[in-house]
């Protein structure tokens, strides 16, 4: 089966990106219940020029709150900065029609940031990752220790058996939860991906899991899911094939040249210039030109 390109988002972010899923996911995340009343609003960055979603899902909850979640199947360390990133930009959203060079303070809605995560490593409940952990050590400069810029984000490992309390008390992560542990399961059994994607989406709805969800969307999620699975094997491996050939060639433009095709070829499987600028140690700005070439390529022919 090949992965379908038509498809531009993640079964998670399908799943949960609407306004009364995420009231029902943030309320169980904080252990709160949020009015129905109060507005959610939701302002997920997307990169109009690949027709890709920058981050999962971010919104806000009336005035007051701005919040990010992230969906991981390998934890990053990299995610603080990540989510940096994308604040800074969401927040430029926010007060865009706003003076920021005024005297009077702009009120901005307060940060929260989470990490869902759904990987096979299932030794842990919750992490807290922290931007500063990436800082350099800068005491042999003679300076002091405070640190003047701190972010943190808590991953909850959603998988079975974890994080109980936080699942049970919403309805779509508990499916998700166990949607994907039977994706696993049959996988195990089947050794085929596609025929263990359609089996647990058999599973779950006649199990009554997320049963309108997979009904509504069977097709786009085994297109999703598929792609998504895969993914990180295909990167994982172009990467590593990329660095052995660099090596067998023993100069630097053999180096570059096998970094190229590597970045080609990931843009070939719609894989975003970041992550491909990440795994193949190339410029973003380079990634992105390539796109546009390539893009520009396939439109002439």
């Not at 800082?135 to 003047?148: H, K, N, V």
């Not at 433009?253 to 990440?278: C, F, H, S, T």
Request: net charge negative.
């Amino acid at each position: 089966m090949s992965a379908n390109r038509e498809y531009k988002d993640s079964v998670f972010s399908l799943l949960f990106g609407n306004p009364e899923t995420l009231r029902e996911v943030y309320g169980a995340l904080e252990g709160v219940t949020i009015d129905p009343e109060e507005p959610i609003t939701i302002n997920t960055l997307e990169n109009a020029l690949y027709m890709k979603r920058i981050n999962d899902l971010s919104f806000t909850i009336g005035e007051k709150l701005v919040v990010l979640i992230e969906h991981q199947s390998t934890l990053n360390k990299n995610m603080p900065l990540r989510i940096l990133m994308y604040i800074a930009r969401i927040y430029e959203k926010i007060v865009e029609n706003k003076d920021i060079y005024a005297k009077g303070l702009i009120k901005i809605p307060r940060p929260e940031f989470f990490i869902i995560y759904n990987g096979p490593d299932t030794d842990w409940d919750t992490r807290q990752l922290k931007l500063s952990d990436a800082f350099e050590d800068a005491s042999a400069l003679g300076t002091g220790s405070s640190i003047s810029l701190e972010l943190s984000a808590t991953a909850y490992n959603i998988n079975q058996g974890h994080n109980k309390d936080i699942v049970r008390k919403s309805k779509k992560l508990s499916g998700y939860s166990v949607f994907i542990d039977k994706v696993r399961e049959y996988e195990k059994e089947l050794g085929n991906l596609e025929e263990a994607i359609k089996k647990a989406v058999e599973y779950c709805v006649e199990s009554d899991i997320l049963k309108d969800f997979l009904e509504a969307h069977s097709k786009e999620v085994l297109n999703m899911l598929f792609t998504e699975w895969n993914q990180e094997e295909a990167l994982e491996y172009r990467y590593n094939e990329g660095r052995e050939e660099g090596r067998e060639e023993g100069r630097e433009e053999g180096r570059e040249e096998g970094r190229k095709e590597d970045a080609r070829n990931m843009l070939r499987d719609n894989i975003l210039p970041a992550k491909v600028a990440q795994y193949t140690g190339l410029p973003l700005k380079a990634i992105q030109d390539l796109a546009l070439t390539m893009s520009t390529q396939t439109a002439g022919k």
